[in-house]
């Protein structure tokens, strides 16, 4: 229900059709609040009416009602005094939907509801048996994408803050973990709340463009409710055995809200929030990336193949526990436990075409990998409100994280290497926040923030790289250690005319220390090779302040925002230490304007400067595998960024329709440019920075349409891409690079009234990297599935993927088929399930790419055929 400016003497017109554009007759009725007599009446003909009121009211709001026999009524409130105003609608009857039992009628809820900033959706409406977790129903909410690699959510493209349990917080940004587990069946509605703030003091007050999903539950549903899930698997031709087994238990009272999983898969699941077999990153990594130092040495990754994600051979364990207790009226604490190992193994064979200047050759790595992650977590937050204006938060994080990874490499057919690289990162993380709600409209807040980060790496290579004659084995010896302090108090408030501004003042200490030590060893001895030794001190401490005001005129909405940094740097154990201390302006605008409801159109510029990363200041070398060392000439210059964007945005519920196109453009000023020397063996790459722009521009289009005359809904998502920046490659002088790249998908979802339909998407990727050169590769990729329900009881799903991952070489191309059928009996609590992965039994799977001088692809081995009986139980 919504409210709209309306007085005595005003026009009244407008239009009343179908959710199909038809127009109909209908009835307008206005009553007064509280009132059940009907004060006027309307009658629309042809779904077009135009009225002027006959009286006057006492009361400043009318209620104004759209009812048409067979559709369901429509409510909206009118409030306001502007004489002589003429107000024009729009309204969109949805058809009625009536089961008949025993002749008594029961009329279905709405499909969703909006009020404000919170768009509620009806699970019912939107569910048809086949979902089983919340994250099955998500990705069929218009208006919400999920990822298909990691499980984050998006609303109306922007990134979501978190999942909420009836308003509690339970699981910060590893909200996963509850979409992933959570049983559908437990869950009514689902919301989507808008300028989300956690803090209710702040509700009102701060500027938020933060976006969040709310469950609520079912209100007949038991204080303890959980699943057990058992998948065995058979006639595989994958050396480890099919095994699905997974639990979840939720509880809640007055007192506390848990939630527990426990699961272990060899089937290439992923059941944590934490992604160590894949490239994708979480938001909680982007959120957290200030708090850690970076890994010298990158851990090995393997590209995901499929939805099934049949290149991740896994044995996973992982285990959780999360609650809120309320101690008192006043004290809640909130707790979160992790657990997880895993052993990831992969057969990854890789091959470059070199090609710079005249000189062409080939190099190739067959990498037989044992990846072994091992983490125990623990989250600790204490909420105490100090009186009904005051809150105070404790924040604590311990996370204790190894990886152990074993390879073996045989390089160019003929060399063979044994490499182990241990990995242990341990994190503090403390947080103590103080907010008091000065007045209405006005609130400050005290933030401290306190953490250390230390991460150690070792690498240890057979036979030795540098001197194979003497030595057995080479030792890559790395130890970072991260300290990062920050203060900042705020004011936040909003002026009569609901204009929002805030004034921040703070300051940062951030210190960053890297030692590394390179030696060859054999039996007797062992040996420090030479320009290999970095013990260096990072030190970047900061005061800044920063103002923003948020101006809502008409249905524009402005925002500057200005900021100013007193910026000291010291780098130290470089052979020549360097500092500077500056002075740092960043300012911003971004402007905003509301065609109506659904839609608008932003516009966002910006200037700021970025510090450089430890990874770019040691000057001397670091053994990064069994071909590759890197250096830096180290240069503590800022980064100097130009930031331009816009935007529009559109997402209609009533017509099922969503709309997003943009751009953006990114220049930047000062770079690190690598300086690469390869050749058959080795690639020694040395980063330098130079005061010369780079520049990236993309473009993005997304489009989705339910058509109901053909009962099909369509998904349309583009992006285009084109990158400049330079490099030297064998001493070629710096050259200029552009990077382009082009994804074009298109998926298309029948819902017809029979017991089969099937979804399509069509991906079409396009890279090109030109320099001295042009390099360029396409690759398609198509996932058809079929969907046969048969009875309310019996769904089953048939899915063909076929991949060209290169179109100059046909011969890549893989095709997998799997199916899945599910038989839950009607008012039952279990239901069983039979799977079939990799039916066609494709041992290996082949991605291609380029870059400004090479022609790469990538072969990796995936899980065989299987076959998986499952069964089901919820309580």
Known sequence: MSSIALSYSQVIKGTVTTSGNTPINAQILLKEPNASAIKEFILVTKGAFAYQLKKSYSTNSLFLTVKATGYTAYTEEIKGFKPLDTLTFKFVLFKEKIEYLDEVVVEKKKAFTIKEDTVTYNVDSYADGTERKVEDLLKKLPGIEVDSGTGNISYRGKAIESVTIEGDNLFDYNYTIGTKNINIDLIEEIEAIENYSENKLLKGIENSQKVALNLKLKKDRSDISGGIDIGLGGFTTSKRSPLEIATNLLAINKIHKSFAVGAYNSIGENSSPFNYSGYQITQEQLKDKNYYTQNIIPEYNINQVTNNNLSNQNSQLFTNFNSIYTVTNKLKAKVNLYYLSDKINS????????????????????????????????????????????????????????????????????????????????????????????????????????????????????????????FNSDIQSNSSKKYNTDFKTVLLGKSKNNNKYSVLVGFNLDKETFYSNLISKNNTQQLAVDGSLNDINFIKNSLYTQGSYNWKIGKFSISPKLSFQQLYQG??????????????????????????????????????????????????????????VKNNIPDITTQKNQKYSLFYSKNDLFNQLALSLGVDYLKQKGNYFSNTDINENAIKTTSFFLNEYTDNTSLFFNFSKLIPSIKTNFKISSNYSIYNYKNIINNSGLRDNKALYWFNSLFLKTAFNSSINFENTTKFTYHEAVSQSSFANKSLENNLKLLFKPSRSLFSTISYNYFIPNFTDKGTTNSFLNFDVMYKPENKNWQWG?????LLNNTSFIVGNVNEFSINSQETNLLGRCYLLSFMYSF
């Open 347 to 470: 057969n990854q064979f890789s091959e470059s075409t070199i090609i710079t200047g005249d000189e062409q050759f080939a190099i190739f790595d067959d990498n037989y990998i044992n990846k072994k992650p091992l983490q125990y977590r623990g989250d600790l937050e204490l909420k105490y409100n100090t009186s009904k204006t005051s809150l105070l938060e404790y924040n604590f994080s311990f996370r204790d994280e190894t990886i152990d990874t074993e390879y073996r490499t045989i390089s160019n057919q003929e060399n063979d290497f044994n490499s182990l690289l241990n990995t242990q990162n341990t994190l503090f993380k403390q947080n103590l926040k103080y907010t008091n709600k000065v007045s209405e409209n006005k609130a400050l807040q005290i933030n401290l923030a306190n953490s250390f980060n230390n991460l150690d790496q070792n690498f240890t290579i057979n036979p030795s790289v540098f001197n194979t004659e003497n």
């Open 571 to 628: 780098l130290k154990g470089a052979t020549n230490p360097l500092d500077e201390s500056i002075i740092i302006f960043e300012p911003s605008l971004s402007v905003m304007y509301k065609f109506n409801g659904n839609s608008y159109l932003n516009l966002n510029t910006g200037f700021n400067q970025n510090t450089q990363e430890i990874q770019n200041v040691f000057e001397n070398q670091v053994l990064i595998s069994n071909r590759m």
């Open 834 to 838: 039979l799977k079939g992965v990799n």
